[in-house]
């Protein structure tokens, strides 16, 4: 199967923006105001221009399993102000100028207010949580979500410029940046809808996989996509020295000689950079980016299939999901 004139950055639909908008007020009652300038953070946070995605999978998975309540959008609020906190801590640490075409916040208001912004909306949110029917019990899931954001940030950082990374120590590291986010989102909705304690380990475990696949899909983008599409600048991974998806799967085909030359004063940021033509020659010689591209593919499909054989009264909601993640494919093309 392959896919032609994929928009890598895919919209939304009209009734996941109203969602999504619904979403939004629920974190303007969440963040509070103690100063002037967590108004500005506030307006950051909801006018960013993100789709809520982690949000909006966890509203589909409350309707997968016949959800009726209206806890779920104080939860997947929760969830959103995580993520976006994470992003906040994220841009100072990479030094990101832009992040969905837009000026980050350390820009305009420096690193010092930006990390201490990150921290007030975990605090609000996790306060928040307190205050919900189902918080005792997603507590101990949502503070898990923030331990592994640090534990992975800082893992990721004592392995950069270091080519010798493993395919274990990166699948930690995202497991923690990404996967374990969207794990809670579908866990917690499981919770909340009562799902028996044996079966949300399933939903917590296709979390993890989505989480996974919406990491791989992200590092491929940052090498195979454009700074239109992407809404910020290409390679940044490799011009900070780390080593991603797609340079871990270039790797197994690489000659020593190859190795050799490609990672040879990779710490060296002048001589690093000077070898990026020379990288994208190798991905396009060893056919990475179909190589990824086609598991990417695989990995939706799995997802896919899940979703279509679970059985609800929601039906809408349900082809929701299936159109949403096929949204997620690549082009299978070099």
Not at 81 to 87: K, P, R, T
Not at 190 to 199: D, P, T
Request: hydrophobic letters at 40%.
């Amino acid at each position: 199967m392959k896919i032609k004139n994929i928009k890598f950055n895919f919209q939304i639909t009209t009734k996941q923006k109203r969602l999504a908008s619904s979403i939004d007020k629920k974190l303007s009652q969440i963040i509070k105001e103690d100063l002037p300038f967590f108004k500005v953070v506030k307006r950051f946070v909801i006018f960013s221009g993100g789709k809520r995605i982690r949000p909006l999978t966890h509203y589909y998975f409350c309707k997968l399993l016949n959800y009726s309540g209206k806890e779920w959008l104080d939860v997947a609020a929760i969830g959103e102000l995580i993520h976006a906190a994470s992003l906040l801590h994220d841009d100072v640490i990479d030094n990101s100028n832009q992040r969905r075409g837009k000026p980050t916040l350390h820009i305009t208001e420096g690193n010092k207010k930006t990390i201490l912004a990150g921290d007030y909306l975990l605090a609000c949110g996790i306060d928040h949580l307190r205050t919900l029917e189902h918080g005792f019990v997603l507590l101990p899931i949502f503070t898990r979500v923030i331990k592994n954001l640090a534990v992975s940030e800082i893992l990721q950082m004592e392995y950069e410029n270091n080519p010798n990374i493993t395919e274990d120590i990166y699948e930690q590291i995202i497991l923690g940046k990404t996967a374990d986010l969207f794990s809670a989102m579908v866990e917690s909705a499981a919770i909340i809808s009562s799902v028996n304690s044996k079966q949300i380990q399933v939903y917590r475990q296709y979390g993890l996989k989505m989480g996974r696949l919406f990491q791989i899909r992200d590092d491929y983008l940052d090498y195979f996509s454009t700074q239109e599409e992407l809404g910020k600048e290409l390679y940044l991974d490799f011009f900070r020295g780390l080593i991603t998806y797609p340079i871990l799967v270039l790797r197994k085909s690489l000659s020593n000689k190859e190795k050799k030359e490609l990672f040879k004063d990779w710490n060296d940021y002048e001589k690093r950079k000077e070898k990026l033509s020379f990288l994208l020659e190798l991905m396009q010689k060893y056919h990475i980016r179909k190589k990824i591209a086609t598991e990417i593919e695989e990995a939706i499909h799995s997802l896919m299939n899940f979703i279509i054989n679970h059985e609800t009264q929601n039906i809408e909601e349900k082809e929701e999901m299936i159109k949403t993640l096929n949204k997620l494919m690549v082009s299978v093309e070099d």
